[in-house]
């Protein structure tokens, strides 16, 4: 008796593949049928969720990046 192939993505969490779906979005480099088959499975709050909360991420790194690049001396 043979057992179920189970692909590689199903083997992911619900939250990575979430997380991965919403950082391919931000980088605007996904394949039309990647993203149809993320439409099909991913829940609508979960990604809203996760790019909310990845956004943030973000411009809490960029304030960072450019809090610690004013701070350094210049040399000049």
Do not use: C, N, Y
């Not at 083997?11 to 993320?38: M, Y």
């Amino acid at each position: 008796m043979k057992s179920p192939q189970v692909m590689p993505s199903q083997q992911r969490s619900p939250v990575l593949r979430t997380v991965t779906a919403v950082l391919w979005s931000f980088v605007g480099l996904r394949s039309r049928q990647a993203s149809e088959k993320d439409a099909l499975q991913l829940s609508p709050f979960h990604v809203i969720a996760a790019g909310l909360v990845l956004l943030v991420l973000f411009v809490l790194a960029l304030v960072a990046l450019v809090h610690w690049a004013v701070q350094q001396p210049t040399g000049f």
